[in-house]
């Protein structure tokens, strides 16, 4: 990734950040207060802004991520936090599922920022929804599954397609997948992501 690629990103995703809240405000009868559901979209278009500011300072300033351990209820409360906004702008309700995730903790934030973007990609194809992910502990490693038929992430591609979409959440995802090791593979069931745990000392 180059300078040029993370501003042609960041001002297409502002651009389309500043579409959203117009199209809030264009929906709404200006004389009266915004009702629930304007409100409720106002608050996830804002969120998500705030996301994709953290995202590209951290491209930007390269900044190293402060990490530390949260216990299984602690980190889904943490990605649900970070999933609802986007659930909400895609219509696409999600559901974070235990399939073992309890037996130990889990590494954040970054690890929880990473779910979220690489969840982000696949929603347009999860929609209407819901869409599952399962979180489980195993064979050393904390492991990630959404389970349906939705494609291999492009931006995570070998060779990025000449079309793939140059966004901040695609860019983030790609340099953060190889920062972090994380192993993303797609079968018959679905997508899984792999990170190794460190062994004990």
């Known amino acids: 990734m180059n300078s040029e690629s993370l501003w042609r990103a960041t ?9 959203g809240l117009q199209g809030v405000l264009d ?9 629930a559901r304007s409100r409720a979209r ?7 802004g705030k996301v994709l500011i953290a995202m590209a300072r951290a491209m930007a300033l390269s900044r190293p991520y402060a990490e530390g351990m949260l ?31 309890s037996e130990g903790p889990w590494p954040a934030p ?9 969840t982000r990609q696949i929603l347009p194809w999860a929609a209407p929804g819901p869409l ?17 038929d939705a494609p291999f992430p492009a931006a995570l591609q070998p060779e990025l397609p000449p079309d793939s979409p140059m966004n901040l959440p695609s860019l983030w995802l790609r340099e953060m997948t190889g920062r972090m090791g ?4 797609s079968s018959p069931a679905g997508l899984s992501a792999r990170l190794d745990r460190p062994c004990a000392s």
């Not at 608050?43 to 998500?48: G, M, N, R």
Request: proline share 7%; net charge negative; hydrophobic share 45%.
């Open 182 to 185: 994380v192993q993303v593979e």
């Open 132 to 148: 599952r992910l399962e979180a489980r502990i195993q064979e050393g490693a904390w492991t990630l599954s959404w389970p349906g």
């Open 71 to 101: 216990s299984w209820p602690e980190w889904r409360a943490g990605l649900d936090e970070r999933l609802q906004p986007m659930a909400m702008l895609y219509k696409c309700p999600i559901e974070i599922v235990d399939k073992g995730a």
């Open 110 to 118: 970054l690890l929880q920022d990473w779910a979220a973007a690489f």
């Open 42 to 48: 106002l608050e996830c278009t804002l969120e998500d």
């Open 11 to 19: 001002l297409h995703d502002f651009s389309n950040l500043l579409a």
């Open 27 to 35: 929906l709404s009868d200006p004389r009266l207060p915004l009702d």
